[in-house]
């Protein structure tokens, strides 16, 4: 079941998303005839053709390296964590063509970005390799809505987390530290609209339809309006 919303007024954002969510689909808001294009043309294939049944991610954090960590959205898509093995539990389905981003933020252990006191007890690694792991991501998911589920896993170490990001990923944290930004969440004071602008334009890329360039100029709105209120 994907949802589709138009116009304002009396229109429930949340009752949407929730509906799409427990129907295994996908929630679009329609502002604009591009808008419209780009959800009932260019990813249409994705939202009817299914590829991954009840898709479940995991990440273990060691607590050797990582101090403190914090998951930015999917509030309402979160699994106990005996439920990532339980075949019978429900999860989201992916579509041909989509890609799902989870991301976090991490404060290593000796950073200034630790906000918790400090803890008497300090971990001890279980193997000399864990020593340099930040995390073990962890992946399941059907074939088929019948099928057993296959499970993938790969130790993320810091050389991995050194590598250069992309831009999508790059774009992709601009959008959510706004969004946090909005809610007055936990970004860092010093990750404000300024900082954000910026990391978003150096991920413009192509920007195929100017969707990067439009949130761009929605931060600019934003900005000006919040900092009249």
Do not use: C
Request: charged share 25%.
């Amino acid at each position: 079941l994907s949802t589709l919303g138009f116009g304002q007024g009396n229109y429930n954002d949340h009752l949407m998303e929730q509906l799409a969510d427990h129907g295994n689909g996908n929630y679009a808001y329609i502002d604009s005839m591009r808008e419209a294009r780009r959800v009932l043309e260019t990813e249409l294939g994705a939202t009817l053709h299914t590829v991954a049944h009840d898709a479940k991610i995991q990440v273990e954090f060691n607590p050797t390296t990582v101090a403190e960590y914090r998951l930015i959205g999917y509030e309402n898509r979160a699994l106990r964590e005996q439920d990532f093995d339980n075949d019978r539990v429900d999860a989201g389905d992916i579509g041909a063509g989509h890609s799902v981003t989870a991301l976090y933020e991490i404060a290593l252990v000796g950073s200034a970005g630790t906000q918790l006191p400090a803890r008497r007890f300090a971990p001890t690694p279980s193997t000399q390799r864990d020593l340099h792991a930040l995390a073990e991501i962890r992946l399941r998911y059907k074939r088929t809505p019948d099928a057993a589920s296959e499970r993938l896993s790969r130790l993320i170490t810091a050389d991995d987390a050194e590598d250069t990001t992309s831009a999508s990923l790059r774009f992709a944290a601009s959008v959510a530290a706004w969004g946090d930004w909005l809610r007055d969440g936990g970004v860092r004071p010093t990750f404000g609209p300024a900082a954000i602008r910026d990391l978003a334009r150096s991920a413009l890329g192509d920007d195929r339809g100017g969707y990067r360039r439009e949130f761009l100029e929605l931060v600019d709105l934003a900005s000006a309006i919040k900092g009249r209120s």
